[in-house]
Nanobody, 118 residues
Framework: VQLQACGGGLVQAGGSLRLSCAVS????????MAWYRQAPGKQRELIAG???????NYPDSVKGRFTISRDNAKNTVYLQMSSLKAEDTAVYYC?????????????WGQGTLVTVSS
């Protein structure tokens, strides 16, 4: 399983950006998917999750501004970000939790940099 994230870049505060994460291999629809981010000097944090059934969750810091979605036909998960703030600047990673016989196996993408200028 390989994850390829893209869509990062430089955006002004208040702007929008959409990240994509394409997942190779079969069984995508069974995966729980998530986006994390890591700012310089900070720990990696969960910012959006979506289950195989489509339930989503967000921390308060991005709720109402970020939306995670998935397209099982394209093996892709998206993160729509709006009303971006300087503090959203970070490397964004996608993660797949793939069900196995013994639990979930975790896979990470390579990260894509989002820079928000104030």
């Amino acid at each position: 399983v390989q994850l390829q994230a893209c869509g990062g870049g430089l955006v002004q505060a208040g702007g929008s950006l959409r990240l994509s994460c394409a997942v190779s291999g079969s069984g995508f629809s069974a995966n729980n998917m998530a986006w994390y981010r890591q700012a310089p000097g900070k720990q990696r944090e969960l910012i959006a999750g979506i289950t195989s059934g489509g339930r989503t969750n967000y921390p308060d810091s991005v709720k109402g501004r970020f939306t995670i979605s998935r397209d099982n036909a394209k093996n892709t998960v998206y993160l729509q970000m709006s009303s971006l703030k300087a503090e959203d600047t970070a490397v964004y990673y996608c993660k797949a939790d793939r069900p196995t016989a013994w639990g979930y196996a975790n896979y990470w993408g390579q990260g894509t940099l989002v820079t928000v200028s104030s």
